[in-house]
Each structure stands twice: as structure tokens, then as C-alpha cells.
């Protein structure tokens, strides 16, 4: 089975400070992605990476930061938290062509920033 | 860009009624995936559609992708308190997916 794994489920940070986000995937996927899930906004795609060191910007980049220096793990940073930040925010990867095949999601990080 | 509408929003129904879900793209895609999230929980993929006027069946799900490839749908029969959830869509199109907001499903036992 395909797993995605981020590094915490629960973080309360305080406004200003930097946050760095986790997500680890254990099937050789090329594609990995970061989202952040509000209610009634549904999957907001805030970057997404297709090889290692490469990445794109998603719908809302803005105060967000990534990183991928190994296949299997992607980052996302806040470099400075701000309460408007305050969200679920889920990695997930894929193999291949992003937008053709499925994507396998961790089980999420609920930031609270304070 | 590339958008997808996704209604209703919300719908509860009482356990043993029907339920739809409709997505609705602006462009063409190549393929569409519908995924289910359960409260708490994470989306997990469902199906994938990719040939214009395909219909596929788990169980008691129906999935359809329209004879243009720019709406699709997801029709459960006889609704189960399980098949509670928030179910997604995700169009794909030249290497750029968009999901829709995703339809909450609530069932009255």
C-alpha cells in the first residue's frame, strides 16, 4: 500500500514564526503536492513538485515557500505564520502525469497559528 | 483557467434515499477522478473516468463522464449511513488538475 505520512497531525504556532511542514511518500512517486482544506473553499493546491528541486507554484503560493531535495520527501514552509494561515493542510503524491493518475493523501496537519 | 463547479454544496438525506453529486468543468478534460473524505479523515481516491460518455459501477455507486468530457457525475443508491462524506472531483487537463469544493453527504439514520 502506498503510504504518505506528514510529520504531525496537530501544530499551534505563534504569528511571525517560521513553520516547516513534513511530507514523506514510500512509493517512488514523482509528483508531490500541497493543499490546504477549508470549509466551503474545499482543496486549494498551494504548490506542487514534479522532480526533485523542481516545483510550481499552485492557486495560492502567496506566504508559502517548498522544498524537495530527496524523491521521497517535500516540504512546505511558512516563513512567517500568520493567523489567516490557520488551516488543514494535506501532502499528497502521485506517479507520472499529474493530472492522470490518482493521488494518495497523508492524513493531514491542522495548523493553528496564534 | 481551468474551473470546476461542483453542486450541491451540501445534501442530507434520509438513510435508503438517492443522492447525486454533478461536476461541471469550463474546459474540456482529459480525465476526471472523484474521491471520498470522511469526517476526520483524508480524500481517498475513488475512480477515474477518461473516455467521453463512460459509466462505471462500484457497488452501489454510478459513475458518469458526459458525451463532451466537461461534466461528470456520481449517483449512490440507497443511501448508507457509511456513505457519509464529503466526495470531490478532480478534472485533468495538458498536465493541470483542479478539484471542485467537494459536496458534503449527511444520511439521517
Known amino acids: 500500500d502506498v503510504k504518505v505520512t506528514q510529520s504531525s497531525r496537530y501544530l499551534v504556532k505563534r504569528t511571525g514564526e517560521k513553520v516547516f511542514l513534513e511530507c514523506v511518500q514510500d512509493m517512488d512517486h514523482e509528483n508531490m503536492f500541497w493543499y490546504r482544506q477549508d470549509p466551503g473553499l474545499g482543496l486549494r493546491l498551494i504548490y506542487f513538485s514534479y522532480d526533485v528541486k523542481m516545483k510550481e507554484k499552485g492557486d495560492i503560493p502567496e506566504g508559502y515557500s517548498v522544498s524537495r531535495e530527496k524523491k521521497e520527501r517535500f516540504s512546505l514552509i511558512l516563513e512567517s505564520a500568520s493567523t489567516n494561515q490557520t488551516s488543514m493542510y494535506l501532502c499528497?503524491?502521485?506517479?507520472?502525469?499529474?493530472?492522470?493518475?490518482?493521488?494518495?493523501f497523508g492524513p493531514g496537519t491542522r495548523l493553528t497559528v496564534t | 483557467g481551468q474551473q470546476v463547479m461542483q453542486i450541491p454544496q451540501y445534501q442530507h438525506v434520509q438513510e435508503g434515499e438517492d443522492f447525486t453529486t454533478y461536476c461541471n468543468s469550463s474546459?474540456?478534460?482529459?480525465?476526471i477522478q472523484w474521491y471520498k473524505q470522511r469526517p476526520g479523515g483524508h480524500p481517498v481516491f475513488l475512480i477515474q473516468?477518461?473516455?467521453?460518455?463512460e459509466v462505471k459501477k462500484q457497488k452501489r455507486l454510478t459513475f458518469q463522464f458526459g458525451e463532451a468530457k466537461k461534466n461528470s457525475s456520481l449517483h449512490i443508491t440507497a443511501t448508507q449511513t457509511t456513505d457519509v462524506g464529503t466526495y470531490f472531483c478532480?478534472?485533468?487537463?495538458?498536465?493541470?488538475?483542479?478539484f471542485g469544493k467537494g459536496t458534503l453527504l449527511t444520511v439521517n439514520p
Open positions: 478532480k478534472g485533468g487537463s495538458n498536465y493541470k488538475l483542479t
Open positions: 474546459t474540456t478534460l482529459s480525465n
Open positions: 473516468l477518461v473516455k467521453s460518455g
Open positions: 499528497a503524491s502521485s506517479q507520472g502525469d499529474r493530472a492522470a493518475y490518482e493521488q494518495y
